[in-house]
């Protein structure tokens, strides 16, 4: 019997009729497969379908080619040919099997003639579904689940469909991917799965770390990150290619809400909005704290931990491959983070300009990670904290109204100030551009004329 919510997707006019049509009168079956199918399962959006056959990556170029927009074949290798049509992505693989080898760090492919084979490679039983679309042998869909998917997705699990230890020897990325989907649909990791990721985490090294980081970039923007974020680091899977973040389970301080800096900056994680660069950033806020903690009279204190914790930051995006403008904005995050901490005597005019030029398109993001930083107990220092960054805020507007804040800069250019000192381009530019915004930061707009005369001022002193 087929679920009600599947029925649109069975629309003579819709595309998975139409694919199946076509992959029909070649002779070939056609079956909705994955995380598309598990979606519409479970009443979740799912733009793009996910297809199997048993039709070879040729065949299936010669089937969808006519009817594709366009089609991807960076995938071919592998079996999935991708088809573009009216904007969406559809892909068609040839039923297969993967495995990873000794210490290879890349997939050896097979293909194989039969679903059941197919489903048995996939990742969990939730994934490890098929739907087969009517084709000249079958007049009716039906579902396909030999591993009971379904029974997982009604009990909320994640449950490898054979030996979790043969599974994740398989394609050791596939521990990641427990955590990954623990983030993304809520489901809890199956005991058998777990104990399999504690016993054998350390093969995570085998896979490329581009492949790490796409599996961890989806797991940071899941709507349940605390759970999965917690479950990662018990299993020991963190250590192996995060090891900043477990080494935050540390006795902090014990009047502290939590009894450590992990639980702390779990903590924040889970109140930050999820967009990838600003979980990535809370994540990673704390992650200078072991290194630069210190016990005086006064308790256990962290000087400096923001600036020791972005190049920290810094060099472990860089080790799992993230993208420059992502590493960028993260570690400039972690480095500013304590920022309005520091003006607890009130917000100058320059303050804030200071603060608004080096935030520059992350202050958004930046005054919701210093919020999200609050999670003490003493609901008398959250207060204080919050009305500091409601000021910052106001004093923002304020200026924002009377300057140009988003574009503080010097009224000229390096190009004026080479022309009116006749000098060619040098270090020496940089060095008058650097003195005519430092007096734009301490004293607002002001005239070009001001700026000439700032500057013979500069110059005359120089030489």
């Known amino acids: 019997m087929i679920p009600a919510r599947l029925q649109p997707l069975l629309d003579a006019d819709g595309p998975a009729m139409a694919l199946a049509s076509r992959f029909a009168g070649a002779g070939h079956s056609l079956y909705l497969v994955g995380g598309s199918l598990r979606d519409l399962l479970l009443d979740r959006e799912a733009e793009d379908l996910d297809f199997a056959t048993d039709a070879r990556p040729d065949q299936i170029k010669d089937v969808v080619g006519p009817w594709a927009d366009d089609m991807y074949l960076m995938g071919e290798t592998f079996g999935t040919i991708g088809a573009v049509r009216h904007g969406h992505v559809y892909e068609i693989t040839t039923f297969r099997s993967e495995v990873y080898r000794d210490e290879s760090r890349k997939p050896r492919v097979t293909f194989s003639n039969d679903i059941e084979t197919d489903l048995s490679r996939r ?189 920290m930051t810094r060099a472990r995006m860089r080790e799992l491959r993230f993208p420059k403008d992502d590493i960028r904005d993260v570690s400039q995050l972690v480095f500013l983070h304590m920022r309005p901490h520091t003006f607890k005597m009130g917000w100058t005019d320059r303050a804030v300009r200071r603060y608004v030029r080096d935030a520059g398109p992350l202050l958004d993001d930046l005054n919701e990670l210093v919020r999200c930083d609050v999670t003490t107990r003493n609901e008398k220092r959250a207060r204080a904290i919050s009305r500091r960054i409601d000021e910052l805020e106001e004093r923002i507007e304020v200026l924002s109204a009377q300057e140009e804040l988003s574009a503080i800069r010097p009224p000229i250019d390096g190009n004026r100030v080479m022309e009116h000192l006749g000098m060619s381009p040098g270090p020496v530019v940089g060095e008058a551009m650097g003195m005519l915004l430092e007096h734009r930061l301490d004293h607002g707009p002001y005239s070009e004329d001001e700026a000439l005369a700032l500057l013979d001022e500069w110059w005359a002193q120089r030489s």
Not at 130 to 159: C, H, N, Q, V, Y
Not at 173 to 183: A, D, G, P, V
Request: zero cysteines.
């Open 123 to 311: 990742d969990f039983a939730v994934n490890a579904m098929a739907l087969r679309l009517p084709d000249g042998s079958a007049s009716e869909p039906s579902m396909i689940d030999p591993f009971g998917g379904l029974a997982d997705l009604a009990a909320a699990t994640l449950r490898t469909p054979i030996d979790p230890h043969v599974s994740f020897g398989d394609d050791p990325l596939r521990m990641l991917r427990l955590y990954r989907f623990m983030s993304s649909l809520g489901f809890a990791a199956d005991p058998a799965a777990e104990t399999a990721v504690r016993e054998m985490n350390d093969r995570l090294a085998i896979v490329s770390a581009e492949r790490i980081r796409d599996e961890f970039a989806k797991l940071m923007v899941g709507d349940h990150v605390a759970e999965a974020l917690e479950a990662l680091v018990a299993s020991g899977l963190a250590d192996r290619f995060l090891p900043e973040v477990p080494a935050l389970a540390m006795e902090q301080d014990p009047m502290h809400r939590h009894k450590d800096v992990l639980a702390h900056t779990i903590a924040v994680v889970a109140k930050t909005s999820p967009r990838r660069v600003l979980r990535m950033a809370a994540l990673f806020h704390d992650v200078g704290k072991p290194e630069t903690r210190d016990f005086g009279a006064k308790g256990v204190t962290f000087h400096h931990h923001e600036v020791v914790g972005a190049r």
